[in-house]
């Protein structure tokens, strides 16, 4: 079935980097845009954090993640990347990839001194 998996969270200090990865299977993932998202403040709803085209060729990122995080993509092994530098404290999150209808379990990122 389709399903995508995140790992790569963890605890890091603020000004440290993270790589999450997204393993995705079940359907042709060159063939979808995708994109990271992370749950609100407060645990309410999600927020938009950035997205890839199918081809790895354009992306987009949020104000507040750019410049800092930069999504990439294998499409030979099905692998969706979001690297992320000078983590602050307000990157504390659960971050899901997405694509194709499809959203996976989240990854805890947790930024604390």
């Known amino acids: 079935q389709v399903q995508l998996v995140e790992s790569g969270g963890g605890l890091v200090q603020p000004g440290q980097s993270l790589r999450l990865s997204c393993a995705a299977s079940g359907f042709r993932f060159s063939l979808y845009p995708m994109r990271w998202v992370r749950q609100g403040p407060g645990g309410n709803g999600l927020e938009y954090v950035a997205?890839?085209?199918?081809?790895?060729?354009?992306?987009n990122y949020a104000g507040y993640v750019k410049g800092r995080f930069t999504i990439s993509r294998d499409n030979t092994n099905s692998i969706l990347y979001l690297q992320m530098n000078s983590l602050q404290i307000e990157d504390t999150s659960v971050y899901y990839c997405?694509?194709?209808?499809?959203r996976g379990q989240g990854t805890q990122v947790t930024v604390s001194s």
């Open positions: 997205d890839i085209s199918s081809d790895g060729s354009t992306s």
């Open positions: 997405a694509g194709n209808n499809v």
